[in-house]
Nanobody, 118 residues
Framework: QVQLVESGGGLVQPGGSLKLSCAAS????????MSWYRQAPGKERELVAT????????NYADSVKGRFTISRDNAKNSVYLQMSSLKPDDTAVYYC???????????WGQGTQVTVSS
């Protein structure tokens, strides 16, 4: 079992920056591939960024490449999403996700709201 708690959401103006954090507990954090997803009103949940468990290899959705950076600190059991040059289209609830290769279980946090508006 993995428990995930997101923080750092809020209201930001277009062009601004925000950093989301996700704290994990309950299992060996370094075993898990960590991802950020988001879901805007009326839309399906979409994958934003992923970081591998040990090598730290990252992947991003085309819509956020060059603007968002995912990182992790295995010593702090945390994953982060640094968001820059934010646009109104980035407005969504952002969710932290954990999964382990070879295992079926997937874990989600409760989400944190990000609103980009002037």
């Amino acid at each position: 079992q993995v428990q995930l708690v997101e923080s750092g959401g809020g209201l930001v103006q277009p062009g601004g920056s925000l950093k989301l954090s996700c704290a994990a507990s309950g299992s060996t954090f370094s075993n898990y591939v960590m991802s950020w997803y988001r879901q805007a009103p009326g839309k399906e949940r979409e994958l934003v960024a992923t970081i591998s468990s040990l090598t730290g290899i990252t992947n991003y959705a085309d819509s956020v490449k060059g603007r968002f950076t995912i990182s992790r600190d295995n010593a702090k059991n945390s994953v982060y999403l640094q968001m820059s040059s934010l646009k109104p289209d980035d407005t969504a609830v952002y969710y932290c996700n954990a999964r382990r290769s070879g295992y079926s279980a997937i874990y989600w946090g409760q989400g944190t709201q990000v609103t980009v508006s002037s």
